[in-house]
């Protein structure tokens, strides 16, 4: 038995985690196909090769044409990337890993070129003046065009179709994609959302449309298999702005959620430096392991010492990699047997092909060394 917080095993709702080390999702940019489908060849062989994360979150999967916003990332809306899919869950289950699909959509962070020269879909016209990943490259974002009701009713419906669509697919779970300035985040900030709907002007009604989803989504699967991804105190980053109400949005929603049996509430600290920003929180898992019941996952610039601390501190249950786990598939045996990380490749997150993807080495002994 190892000694190291990260190496012990976890209990996640009914799952038996053999690790605390849990993959981060990453948009990889391998979906390099009609149909924007995963491959046998790339992402299920991706995916295998760290299977021995506690978990892996799977790479952003756009639920919806409506909710694409960069080249080549697989959707989770359409038969084809549902047997696409079912390669990558198979793979990874055979290689005695478990793996939640992270569902998205990224509103007014896509671009009119993926939408046949239409303009994207958020809560309100305002342009998160950012950059779109187009297939011609980057481009300026525009104002998008703010969401009737019905928009927001089909949105929700096209999470309840993905989530049931993930099960089919062979999922463990899913994760829904709450953060990182894309379309709940733009709800939830009062500088995106200029509704004065049922779905903009108070905290609760800015919250609301997260909730609609997640109240849509454990009809279809358990409710124990469903994660949340926030990132309270994101600022200047994909378009977002935090103001007075941002954190006491985030209090609400967080405090919220424990009227839910989730799988997981899984944070983010800062992903820029907010301590100049007197209405930013810089310590996201403290504030808010003592407001969350459930399990905590943490994410963000961690490594193995800062890992086996945190949790060691009460501070979070598990702790998410991202970027070390591109370069370094057997994270969790570096870990167990103290092997020395391989730096990352920057040029390669989203080249498309193997180079930078499957051809990491594994430098560990791969059996018997975790719980
Ligand atoms: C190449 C790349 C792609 C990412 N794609 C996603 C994504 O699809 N969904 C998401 O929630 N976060 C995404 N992130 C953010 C990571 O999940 C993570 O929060 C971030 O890398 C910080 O963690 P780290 O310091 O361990 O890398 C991405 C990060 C990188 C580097």
Known sequence: MSTQALLKTYKLGDLELKNRVIMAPMTRGRADNEEKKPTRELHAEYYKQRASAGLIISEGSQISEDAVGYINTPGIHSKPQIEGWKEVTSAV??????????????????????????????????????????????????????????????????????AKNAMEAGFDGVEIHSSNGYLFHQFFNATSNHRNDEYGGSIENRAKILFEVLDAVKEVMPENRIGIRLNPSMHGLFGMTMDEETIPTFDYIIEKLNEYDLSYLHLSEPFSDVSEISFAETHIAKRYRPVYNGTLMINSNFDQEKGNKVIEDGDADLVAFGKPFISNPDLAERFAQDVELDPWDEDTFYSGGEKGYTDYKVKTEREGVLN
């Open 93 to 162: 289950h055979d290689a005695d890993g478990k793996i939640f699909i992270q569902l998205w959509h990224v509103g007014r962070m896509s671009h009119p070129d993926f939408h046949g020269g239409e303009l994207p879909l958020a809560p309100s016209p305002v342009n998160p003046n950012a950059k779109s990943f187009t297939p011609e490259g980057f481009k300026d974002t525009v104002a998008p065009r703010e969401m009737t009701i019905d928009d927001i009713k089909q949105t929700i419906a096209d999470f309840k179709q993905a």
